[in-house]
């Protein structure tokens, strides 16, 4: 089993800048991707952003220059730093962690409870 925590988030005026964070913690498994995805009201959860081991972090278009994430693959902790944010990123946003286990070699996602990101325009 892996926990998904996540912090940060919160209300922003069009312009502005968040950062969220998160943190997989579990037992006998690597965790070898972790990533933000977002879900807009009446919208379905799309991909923010994800950075798997041994690879450079991919942004989706809409985030490019925007977004950045960055991830420490020791601590199996990772970020989401947002700026210049438009009322279009308004969104729950949620981590993900791909788990492998050590036993098993099989994979699984897990996901963090959802941060709730606000931008006011």
């Known amino acids: 089993q892996v926990h998904v925590t996540e912090s940060g988030g919160g209300s922003v005026q069009f312009g502005g800048s968040l950062q969220l964070s998160c943190t997989a913690s579990?037992?006998?498994?690597?965790?070898?991707?972790m990533g933000w995805y977002r879900q807009a009201p009446g919208k379905e959860r799309e991909l923010v952003a994800q950075?798997?081991?041994?690879?450079?972090?991919v942004n989706t278009d809409d985030v490019k220059g925007r977004f950045s994430i960055s991830r420490d693959t020791g601590k199996n902790k990772m970020s989401l730093q947002m700026s210049r944010l438009k009322p279009e990123d308004t969104a729950a946003y949620y981590c993900?962690?791909?788990?492998?286990?050590?036993?098993?070699?099989?994979?699984?996602?897990?996901w963090g409870q959802g941060s709730k990101v606000t931008v006011a325009s």
């Open positions: 993900y962690a791909r788990a492998v286990d050590l036993m098993s070699a099989r994979a699984n996602d897990y």
């Open positions: 579990g037992n006998r498994v690597h965790i070898v991707r």
């Open positions: 950075h798997t081991d041994n690879s450079v972090p």
